[in-house]
């Protein structure tokens, strides 16, 4: 089976890296393309994924996104043109869903948060399969045309499966000049592009005035060269010059605080204290490890305090299986 990838944002390579691997390692052939944006392709090189790189992010603005969907969906078309794939996958990637649907090429996609509306529009409609956590009610999914017949639902988070077979390393203390046994924070900056955040989080800001006096180490990893522009300018901060290992870092830390969804995860299936700070719409996975007290809403940041936790103290680490979360994927050909 001949297998294409498609690879839009730094988390796509986290989730979609052990379905790569294992596909491969079953004798099936599979070629990425990935977009130049975030640490996408920063990623793809430290995971030793070697992608085409097909087209960039266009900005934040909708009408920037749309051209930017429409041109990198039609170079993806004239890619992928000729090479007879069996099977595309995605996680959100409208582009490859629409090149997919042109080419007539099954293909699966998957996402953990339901309320990003243009987007799950389209993919859902194009898509075979669409896979998501069973946390999310499948009405809600109904209005973007993924039915029971495409619905296809794994428990848990999807961190638990891509982060199956992660041990951290301390060699990411030591690149970024921290103490192992000093207090560590990590934040995670705001969606600041994403179409369901399009607004200023204050509250983000006063994270960051309050970690600055609390006397942690402060790592804050931006999303875009526009915030680590802005945040290179400030003081008391350590901020990442390209990506690093995030998990490691997130394993270790003592706290994370995240205005976006998949760091949060990460530090809940790793057994990391979180908090978050995302001011949209809250996604019923988030309302869930909210319900169950294994995330938290900040909404003081007077409140947050960095306190050193022994190894004793890390909470109880979630593992599934990655060949579940690969087969969904799979179910339009028949599985792998």
């Known amino acids: 089976m001949r297998v294409w990838v498609d690879l839009t944002n730094s988390p796509h390579v986290l989730v979609l890296r052990p379905v790569i691997e294992l596909l491969r390692a079953r004798g099936h052939e599979v070629e990425v393309t990935a977009r130049d944006f975030a640490q996408t392709l920063q990623l793809c090189a430290r995971f030793g994924i070697e992608p085409t790189v097909v087209g960039h992010h266009r900005g934040s603005r909708v009408a920037a996104k749309a051209l930017g969907l429409a041109s990198r969906s039609a170079a993806l078309v004239r890619w992928a043109r000729g090479r007879d794939f069996d099977l595309a996958l995605g996680h959100g990637s409208n582009d490859v869903s629409i090149a997919a649907a042109l080419l007539r090429i099954p293909s699966s996609t998957a996402f953990d948060y339901e309320w990003a509306t243009v987007q799950h529009n389209i993919n859902c409609r194009l898509a075979r399969a669409v896979v998501v956590p069973d946390a999310i009610p499948p009405e809600r999914l109904r209005r973007y045309g993924a039915g029971p017949r495409k619905l296809q639902r794994y428990p848990g988070l999807k961190e638990e499966y891509y982060l199956a077979d ?58 875009t060269p526009e915030q680590r522009a802005q945040l290179a300018g400030e003081s008391g901060f350590v901020v990442p010059e390209r990506a690093v290992d995030a998990q490691s870092l997130v394993a270790y830390a003592d706290v994370v605080v995240s205005a976006g969804g998949t760091m949060n995860r990460e530090a809940v299936a790793l057994g990391t204290p979180v908090y978050a700070v995302f001011e949209g719409r809250p996604g019923a996975v988030d309302d869930r490890l909210l319900a169950e007290g294994r995330l938290r809403r900040l909404t003081d940041p007077e409140a947050l305090e960095v306190v050193a936790r022994d190894d004793d103290a890390r909470g109880e680490r979630v593992r599934r299986d990655p060949a579940v979360f690969a087969g969904l994927l799979c179910v339009p050909v028949g599985g792998f």
Do not use: C, I, W
Request: glycine fraction near 6%; hydrophobic fraction near 50%.
């Open 166 to 223: 992660f041990e951290p390393d301390e060699a990411v203390l030591a690149e970024l000049g921290l103490e192992r046994g000093r207090p560590l924070a990590v934040v995670r900056t705001p969606p600041a592009v994403s179409l369901y955040h399009r607004f200023e989080n204050d509250l983000f800001a006063r994270v960051l005035r309050r970690l600055r006096v609390a006397g942690a180490q402060v790592v804050v990893l931006p999303r």
